[in-house]
């Protein structure tokens, strides 16, 4: 796993820092992976657009062990990755669009599509989940 540090402004103007997780799914770790997850806020669920394989064990394996594991406690976001690599050739792609967006409205969960290598939409996943647990905490709190 990897660490890293955020800093994101929300609409507020705040900045806030973000502490990042990246597990990587690989299938050998899993058993460790709840440990990263434990009390986590946002949980972004990462497939491979061209892989439908990586989508199917997202729904199969990693969204069912969050769910086991936070419940209701952390917003979930879904993000099919490498979008890059549709510039070069359309026809890799094997998850849809729709498909992953299906998937994420049916569950309740914000969907995206970004790429990590160009960094496209990568920000925007982040801003947008920071900025949904934000506003569900000052409902809750009547924070102003």
């Known amino acids: 796993a990897e660490f890293f540090n955020k800093e994101i402004q929300l609409s507020n103007g705040k900045t806030y820092v973000v502490n990042i997780w990246d597990t990587a799914g690989a299938e050998k770790f899993r058993s460790v992976n709840k440990c990263f997850y434990r009390n986590a806020s946002i949980v972004l669920l990462i497939y491979d657009i061209t892989s439908k394989k990586s989508f199917d064990e997202l729904q199969k394996y990693w969204y069912p062990e969050v769910l086991q594991e936070l419940g209701n406690d952390a917003l979930i976001g879904i993000v099919g990755n490498k979008v890059d690599l549709l510039d070069r050739n359309s026809r890799r792609r094997e998850v849809g669009y729709e498909e992953g967006k299906a998937l994420a409205k049916a569950n309740g969960m914000l969907f995206y599509e970004a790429s990590a290598l160009t960094s496209l ?7 947008d989940l920071l900025q949904e647990i934000y506003n569900e905490r000052r409902k809750k709190y009547l924070i102003s």
């Open 121 to 127: 939409k990568v920000n925007d996943c982040f801003e």
